[in-house]
């Protein structure tokens, strides 16, 4: 079951990239420790997010047994609605960001991008598979993400960000149809 907690990784971290590319747009040199520094606070939040929505749920795991794909497709459905939504509706001027790396720039933009991870935590209470590698895989390929995005933002611009998020959003919602399917028996 590697391959579900690759695509959700790649998923939750498209919010991650699109942020980095813009950074990338407004920086006009990227130092090495600037990418180090995104990497690390957008892989750090989206691998703690995710873990607290784990914590939470589990707590609650016993009493929606029965119907808990309905829970995980919901939210995986309304996540990756949310990014399609907001990559088509973000207006140009806030796709930009400004070159600042320091943590009071850089934590609100590290939790603004990992709330959706804490709804993913969520499920994976519910989910069958290794939640600790699901949520290593997620900080490590958004870290990746991040860097790659930031310098990718200096060297093409916006051009990939709108299609890079709503493929986020297709895919959360492809898993969570899956999900569903998986459990109302209509696939095998």
């Known amino acids: 079951m590697i391959i579900q907690p ?33 990497a690390l606070w957008f892989g750090g939040f989206q691998a703690l997010f995710p873990l607290l929505g784990y914590i939470g749920a589990s707590a609650l795991n016993d009493y929606v047994a029965s119907f808990d794909h309905w829970i995980i497709f919901s939210l995986l459905a309304l996540i990756g609605g949310n990014m399609i939504y907001e990559a088509l509706h973000e207006d140009e001027a806030n796709a930009h960001e400004t070159p600042q790396f320091g943590w009071r720039h ?32 997620i900080g490590i390929v958004t870290a990746a993400f991040a860097a790659a995005g930031l310098y990718l933002g200096r060297v093409v611009g916006l051009r990939w960000q709108k299609p890079a998020q709503i493929a986020g959003g297709i895919v959360l919602i492809l898993i969570g149809t899956n999900i569903l399917l998986e459990h109302l028996g209509v696939i095998g």
């Open 106 to 137: 850089m934590m609100p933009l590290a939790i603004a991008c990992s709330i959706d991870a804490f709804a993913v935590g969520v499920s994976f209470a519910f989910m069958q598979f290794s939640v600790p590698f699901a949520i290593g895989v």
């Open 6 to 38: 690759l695509l959700i990784a790649i998923s939750v971290s498209m919010d991650a990239f699109a942020v980095a590319v813009g950074k990338g747009l407004a920086t006009t040199r990227i130092r090495p420790l600037d990418a180090l520094k995104t």
